[in-house]
């Protein structure tokens, strides 16, 4: 188990570097000085899209309606480790201690203690256990956002065929919602890769089928994620509060260009009153409470909500900076995405 810790440790710290090489250029762009402007415009030119997409080439671009791609990927990858972290908590980080004897005595009755105990030593800390269920809770949480996300792309948002992105855009959102999610769970992550393998490994070998490994006892599922504490319980409330708010700002943004024909026009409603960028401050809600329910123990969640709230607070100032510009009857009390702020 010591090899696991350490590649724990090592996933935590590249998925810390990540995040921390994504964010200092955006604070660097944001400085405002004129000998920073040459990095400003760039970061600009990599981060515009849709309407403030200004440039009329279309080199190194892709159209706006790739979005989809990124949470399709996001929906996909956050079940797989939904589904492999849940079954790994169940089976090896039961918080009742008593359950955790007893599963490993039978686990010796029924000749699977070769995969158990591998995986005992680190499962037996109560501690740990918590931040494994607390892994699945934020998981959880993050599935709820992606599907929404990918749901909006495909029915609410009506991309025009002329809205471009550029394809370091695109590739940061793919890269961004690959390592979010594994964010959320670094603190076991390599440990249920290697026991999901081993339960593969049982199908194949012993030809065991997958109902057998799974089981059916879904309270038992379930149950755990009602014994976490108040910080998990008071983050997800934090991260509904965002989630609704997203959606209803999407909801307008999405009538807004459905209705429009060749003019963008200014959205009104909900957050829209308060800020340029609404949907913005919303996701920045929502990972705020993602960083609250992982009770801000874990460093690499820390970087994650600071990587969300630059890059959204920068391109949130090129929106409004974009509306200004527009419309000169835009309402001046607006701020980009900081009410009564900034």
């Not at 590249?14 to 405002?32: D, E, K, N, Q």
């Not at 203690?113 to 037996?124: A, G, M, V």
């Not at 709230?309 to 701020?335: C, I, M, S």
Request: charge should be positive; proline fraction near 3%.
């Amino acid at each position: 188990m010591e090899g696991d810790g350490r590649m724990e440790v090592g996933l935590a710290w590249l998925l810390r570097a990540a995040w921390i090489a994504g964010t200092l250029p955006i604070l660097v762009a944001s400085i405002p000085s004129s000998r920073l402007s040459p990095v400003h415009g760039v970061l600009s030119g990599f981060a515009s899209r849709g309407k403030t997409r200004q440039s009329s080439s279309q080199k190194l671009t892709v159209p706006q309606s790739f979005f989809s791609h990124f949470y399709l990927v996001a929906v996909v990858w956050t079940t797989i480790l939904l589904l492999a972290t849940w079954h790994y908590a169940y089976k090896m980080a039961p918080l009742d201690s008593v359950s955790l004897h007893y599963s490993t005595i039978a686990s010796h009755l029924t000749g699977g203690s070769h995969i158990f105990s591998l995986h005992k030593s680190r499962s037996t800390s109560a501690q740990h256990r918590h931040r494994v269920w607390r892994s699945v809770f934020l998981l959880l949480l993050m599935e709820l956002h992606v599907m929404r996300r990918l749901y909006e792309t495909l029915y609410v948002f009506n991309y025009s065929s002329s809205a471009r992105m550029h394809i370091f855009g695109y590739l940061t959102g793919l890269f961004f919602y690959i390592a979010a999610p594994l964010s959320l769970c670094t603190c076991c992550a390599v440990e249920v890769f290697n026991f999901t393998a081993d339960q593969v490994a049982e199908i194949n070998v012993e030809g065991r089928d997958l109902l057998s490994i799974t089981g059916s006892d879904w309270w038992g599922y379930v149950k755990p994620i009602t014994k976490l504490g108040w910080f998990e319980w008071i983050g997800a409330a934090i991260f509904i509060w965002g989630w609704v708010h997203q959606c209803r700002c999407h909801a307008i943004l999405g009538s807004v260009r459905k209705e429009r024909t060749s003019e963008y026009q200014i959205p009104h409603g909900d957050w829209f009153e308060l800020v340029s960028s609404p949907h913005y401050l919303a996701e920045m809600v929502i990972y705020a409470g993602l960083l609250v329910a992982s009770r801000g123990a874990d460093f690499t969640v820390w970087l994650l909500f600071e990587f969300v709230v630059a890059n959204l607070g920068f391109a949130a100032a090129e929106t409004q900076r974009w509306y200004l510009h527009k419309f000169e009857d835009y309402p001046r009390k607006r701020r980009a995405y900081l009410p009564y702020i900034y």
